[in-house]
């Protein structure tokens, strides 16, 4: 039961990456769109921001009941990706929300402006440097941070350090390699 909490655990934060890739992609596509009734349309792509709250509350539960299924929770590593999840989560959503929320605002009134004084250039100005704004490098290195800095390769670990024979079972295996097949021909329950 464990392996499969784990594999939960790690297909959810596959797929929140994955789900998170799109938005990656329209922040970087936002910030090369001159046209705003253009850049519009690329929200229309977007994953709804439930579906990333379902799929991070997965990660958070199947991550949380493996550290209790492995008692985990006296590692410093689990409280150390605890803690960098919340610090990642609480950035993103504030830098994210934040450039999205903007760059639409402004697209918004670029478009009205149009129709109203398709000279002045104000609205337009703002809206370029809304999507030109710090929040798309920002988050992008943050990103890379977050999907290096969650140990994958620690849950990955620890599964396999709960099904690893011991050292002392390797060693009885060595030394009795010729009694670690059974009659099925299969390994004998002692070996691994």
Not at 59 to 64: D, F, H, N, T
Not at 112 to 120: I, L, N, Q, T
Not at 134 to 142: H, K
């Amino acid at each position: 039961m464990y392996e499969w909490v784990v594999f939960v655990h790690i297909a959810s934060i596959l797929a929140f990456m994955l789900a998170h890739g799109v938005h990656v992609t329209a922040m970087w596509a936002t910030r090369r769109e001159p046209d705003p009734e253009r850049m519009l349309t690329f929200f229309n792509d977007l994953p709804k921001p439930t579906l990333l709250r379902i799929l991070l509350a997965v990660l958070v539960i199947s991550g949380a009941t493996a550290g209790f299924m492995g008692s985990w929770w006296g590692s410093g590593w689990i409280w150390a990706s605890l803690a960098y999840l919340t610090v990642i989560a609480v950035a993103m959503w504030y830098a994210g929300g934040t450039f999205f929320g903007t760059v639409e605002e402004a697209a918004t009134a670029a478009i009205a402006a149009r129709g109203r004084e398709p000279s002045d250039p104000g609205p337009q100005a703002a809206y370029d440097a809304a999507r030109g704004g710090w929040q798309t490098i920002g988050m992008s290195v943050l990103g890379l941070g977050g999907d290096g800095g969650h140990p994958v390769a620690d849950d990955v670990q620890a599964v396999l350090a709960a099904q690893a024979p011991s050292r002392r079972t390797v060693a009885w295996n060595l030394a009795h390699a010729d009694r670690c097949l059974c009659a099925s021909g299969g390994p004998s329950p002692r070996c691994w």
